[in-house]
T-cell receptor
Framework: NAGVTQTPKFQVLKTGQSMTLQCAQD?????MYWYRQDPGMGLRLIYY???????DKGEVPNGYNVSRLNKREFSLRLESAAPSQTSVYFC???????????FGPGTRLTVT | AQTVTQSQPEMSVQEAETVTLSCTYD???????LFWYKQPPSRQMILVIR??????QNATENRFSVNFQKAAKSFSLKISDSQLGDAAMYFC????????????FGKGTKLSVKP
């Protein structure tokens, strides 16, 4: 039982490059989330998916897009990376919107 | 908007001793949920304990317990019999029932455990 997995673990991009962060969960959870964590800060919600087929913006959605590919997978795309998007990105899932969230190990992204 | 404040950027405790981490929050809602998450150097966010605001009884999970003071909007975490493996960042988080599941996090407290 892997829980929530994220790929890659580390990534370095140049300004303007694009990339997709992958997240998958094997707990049959309905809801999934993407957060970012900046130095000295708690996590902030980027996007979330209440259930398969739906996505909604969180607190800091600008510069990102998401896809809920199926019940297991929720990807985060940076179309044109900027240095301000240097951060650690966490994916999480929960049985539903009002249940405990379980987090993946994070992806450390650096944009130069 | 709801905010969560952790006023202690760093704390230190001797192994086997007890330590309390502070958290205050600001909300106008009467029904909500509070959480403590642990983030060790591996970066994995691990749920430690949760508290529903409508429950007067303080939550307890083994060596971890909370002191929930609803009127004071305070939610502190007590770690008893501290172990070396407790060393980590600890984040307090708030969730409103109407927030579509959004967790609002404090900035964290870095806990060191001395052998």
């Amino acid at each position: 039982n892997a829980g929530v997995t994220q790929t890659p673990k580390f990534q370095v991009l140049k300004t303007g490059q694009s990339m997709t962060l992958q997240c998958a969960q094997d707990m049959n959870h309905n809801s999934m989330y993407w957060y970012r964590q900046d130095p000295g800060m708690g996590l902030r919600l980027i996007y979330y998916s209440a259930s398969e087929g739906t996505t909604d913006k969180g607190e800091v959605p600008n510069g990102y897009n998401v896809s809920r590919l199926n019940k297991r997978e929720f990807s985060l795309r940076l179309e044109s990376a900027a240095p301000s998007q240097t951060s650690v990105y966490f994916c999480a899932s929960s049985r539903g919107l009002f249940y405990e969230q379980y987090f993946g190990p994070g992806t450390r992204l650096t944009v130069t | 908007a709801q905010t969560v404040t952790q006023s202690q950027p760093e704390m230190s405790v001797q192994e086997a001793e007890t330590v309390t981490l502070s958290c205050t929050y600001d909300t106008s809602e009467s029904d909500y949920y509070l959480f403590w998450y642990k983030q060790p150097p591996s970066r994995q966010m691990i749920l430690v304990i949760r508290q529903e605001a409508y429950k007067q009884q303080n939550a307890t999970e083994n060596r971890f317990s909370v002191n929930f003071q609803k009127a004071a909007k305070s939610f502190s975490l007590k770690i008893s019999d501290s172990q070396l493996g407790d060393a980590a960042m600890y984040f307090c988080a708030y969730r409103s029932p109407g927030s579509q599941g959004n967790l609002i996090f404090g900035k964290g407290t870095k806990l060191s455990v001395k052998p």
